[in-house]
């Protein structure tokens, strides 16, 4: 069992709508969580980090965390085309010497919005 | 601010040869991590490098080695390629003190194992 699960969709909605992403982990020592967006052939871009449990927005974007779950979700309000993209979540523990650097990725979930 | 070059963006090479690639982080960082990114396995952490040193390393075969000179730049190379070397190898840099992992990735170098 993979220590990050995440859905590989595709997942596709109308323009418009609330995009809906979540990933959940097994490793109870993952503090500071992360959601990548990945165009295609393009590098990952941070789109957000949260640290702990708890709930960050940053315009269109809500990342919630839930550390008694082990479940960590992004929201897209108002999606647009631009969006379609591949979501990845990522995490990692307390930052160390020995752990800078190193995150564990979700497998990706691919978002395409409809016109 | 400059982001993150990797060099170069597409390659072909075939089994048993060695490719380097390039990483020029961003001004002022001075991490510089290694991942591989494949459709089976998704992204998968190679190594770090902080002021020349490697500090950590992923679970890969020793034909992955990589470097970090003085200037923050890294390169990674991988000897005697083999097939399932193909993949799209991302470096990524951060800045180290802010306690959390807050990378920063290039578009990455497809390699292409023939």
């Known amino acids: 069992q993979k220590e990050v699960e995440q859905d590989p969709g595709p997942l596709s909605v109308p323009e418009g709508a609330i995009v809906s992403l979540n990933c959940t982990y097994s490793n109870s020592a993952f503090q500071y969580f992360m959601w990548y967006r990945q165009y295609s052939r393009k590098g990952p871009e941070l789109l957000m980090y949260t640290y702990s449990s708890g709930n960050k927005e940053d315009g269109r974007f809500t990342a919630q965390v839930d550390k008694s779950s082990k479940y960590i979700s992004l929201f897209i309000r108002d999606s647009q085309p631009s969006d379609s993209a591949t979501y990845l979540c990522a995490m990692s523990g307390a930052v160390t010497t020995d752990s800078w650097g190193k995150l564990q990725f979700g497998a990706g979930t691919q978002v395409v919005v409809t016109p | 601010k400059a982001g993150v070059t990797q060099t170069p963006r597409y390659l072909i090479k075939t089994r048993g040869q060695q490719v380097t690639l390039s990483c020029s982080p961003i001004?002022?960082?001075?991490?510089v991590s290694w991942y591989q990114q494949t459709p089976g396995q998704g992204l998968q952490f190679l190594f770090e490098?902080?002021?020349?040193?490697?500090?950590n390393k992923g679970n890969f075969p020793g034909r992955f080695s990589g470097r970090q000179f003085s200037n923050s730049r890294s390169e990674m190379n991988v000897s005697t390629l083999e097939l399932g070397d193909s993949a799209l190898y991302l470096c990524?840099?951060?800045?180290?003190?802010?306690?959390?992992?807050?990378?920063?990735f290039g578009a990455g170098s497809r390699l292409t194992v023939l």
């Open positions: 001004s002022g960082h001075r991490s």
């Open positions: 990524a840099s951060s800045q180290t003190g802010t306690g959390a992992n807050v990378l920063t």
């Open positions: 490098y902080f002021s020349e040193t490697q500090r």
